[in-house]
């Protein structure tokens, strides 16, 4: 058991997620007096999930899409410790790593992103690429591009999911092979979703544009496609329906590590720690949460907006639980923007009964995406009042 080298509190901060870069872009600013800080994640470098389609699509390069976690753990004062966290057990506050270790701590908060839902596929899970974890997706395409390179004839690659992330993911990949295949062998993109609609969290104005951009790239859409077994010639829906796919990506449905099951803390159906209105456990007050692998008090989409809205209010609570004082609450909001790029220099914004379309939003999704991500840069500045 590796214990603190001093007897000051330990608060560990367990995933780089959206929420907590910012916890540490805080921390890096206003240090959190009296509190050894340690910072457990799989790389040292986390994207922001904003600008990962326009990374696969080929218009960003993909160190734009990175935010560099380990040197805002060093402004910070955090030890920060590479690995992934495999148990925890909440009342004994002890954290599990997958090298051998476990860390004590006296507070931790958990903000690791989440996993796409396989259940549905049982063994044929392995023969999917996952779009989640986002913080390997970059890689995950890189190895399907090499695979596809070496092709002679024609390939379809499924997307599954119609949510905003799967329809993002089909636009990106066709943008991206129809650029790289121009003098190869033409590359088809399938969507297919349980949904009988498209972007069902969308207004109907976004759905119709966005149909129409499908339909003009030449991507075919599969509504009500209940996707349950993959093979290696393709997928089957649960109606009987098949469709042909030399590979598959999963973006659909959100899954907890099973770990967390076995922790202590009070999860919800899908294994997601349930938290109150200041993001704390509602089983142990010791662990925070944020995130996709929060279930907040008022239910929300499983979308980095929540992580990055959360992420001042994480930090505040935490600095406040620290000095014994009264914490804040986050109200998520109910009305949220959606960026939803198209492959091309083109993006379909939509918030609540508003959809607006065109290469500025693309141009505006472009400026938010790239100014968040040197938001965490060394010397970008902050606000007195944020701290
Ligand atoms: C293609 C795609 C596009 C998307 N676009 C958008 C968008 O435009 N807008 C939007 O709101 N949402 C979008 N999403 C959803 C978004 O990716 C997630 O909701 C968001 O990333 C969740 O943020 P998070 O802070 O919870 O965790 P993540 O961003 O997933 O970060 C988790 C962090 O924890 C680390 N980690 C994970 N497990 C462990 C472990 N066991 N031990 C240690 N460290 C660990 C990871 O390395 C990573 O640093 C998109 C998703 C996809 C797949």
């Given at each position: 058991m590796r214990s603190a080298p001093s007897r000051r509190p330990v608060l560990i901060l367990v995933g780089a997620g959206h929420a907590h870069v910012e916890v540490l872009r805080r921390f890096a600013h206003r240090p959190l007096a009296g509190t050894d800080l340690v910072l457990v994640t799989r790389a040292a470098r986390t994207p922001y999930s904003g600008a990962v389609p326009l990374v696969i699509a080929g218009h960003l390069p993909p160190e734009a899409a990175l935010i560099d976690a380990a040197g805002l753990?060093?402004?910070a004062s955090a030890r920060l410790i590479l690995a992934s966290a495999i148990g925890l057990d909440a009342?004994?506050?002890?954290?599990?790593?997958?090298?051998?270790t476990r860390l004590r701590f006296d507070q931790m908060s958990l903000d690791i992103g989440s996993m796409p839902d396989m259940a549905a596929l049982g063994r044929d899970a392995a023969a999917v690429i996952p779009a989640k974890p986002i913080d390997g997706l970059l890689a995950r395409i890189e190895a399907l591009s090499a695979a596809m390179r070496g092709r002679e004839a024609p390939a379809t690659i499924a997307v599954v999911g119609s949510g905003p992330a799967g329809v993002e993911l089909a636009f990106s990949l066709d943008h991206r092979f129809a650029a790289g295949h121009r003098r190869g062998p033409p590359m088809r993109i399938v969507l297919a979703g349980r949904s009988p609609i498209l972007l069902p969290g969308c207004n109907a104005d976004t759905r119709r544009r966005i149909e129409r951009r499908?339909?003009?790239?030449?991507?075919?859409?599969?509504p009500g496609f209940d996707a349950v077994t993959c093979r290696g010639d393709g997928l089957r829906a649960a109606d009987g329906r098949a469709v042909a796919a030399d590979a598959v990506i999963w973006a659909t449905g959100s899954a907890?590590?099973?770990?967390?099951?076995?922790?202590?803390?009070?999860?919800?159906a899908g294994g997601f720690v349930l938290v109150d209105e200041t993001l704390r456990s509602r089983s142990h007050p010791s662990v925070f949460a944020a995130g996709d692998i929060a279930a907040l008090a008022t239910p929300r989409p499983k979308a980095g907006v929540f992580a990055v809205?959360?992420?001042?209010?994480?930090?505040?609570?935490?600095?406040?639980?620290?000095?014994?004082?009264?914490?804040?609450?986050?109200?998520?909001?109910a009305r949220?923007?959606?960026?939803?790029?198209?492959?091309?220099?083109?993006?379909?914004?939509d918030r609540g009964p508003l959809s607006l379309e065109g290469g500025w939003v693309w141009q505006w999704k472009r400026w938010i995406d790239v100014l968040f991500v040197r938001r965490y840069a060394r010397g970008a500045g902050i606000d007195q009042d944020q701290v």
């Open positions: 753990a060093a402004r009342s004994a506050r002890t954290l599990h790593l997958d090298d051998g499908l339909a003009r790239r030449g991507i075919r859409h599969l907890a590590p099973g770990w967390l099951a076995a922790s202590g803390l009070a999860c919800d809205r959360a992420g001042p209010v994480l930090a505040q609570n935490l600095r406040r639980e620290a000095g014994g004082q009264a914490l804040r609450s986050y109200r998520p909001q949220w923007l959606n960026l939803i790029s198209t492959g091309e220099r083109h993006a379909v914004a």
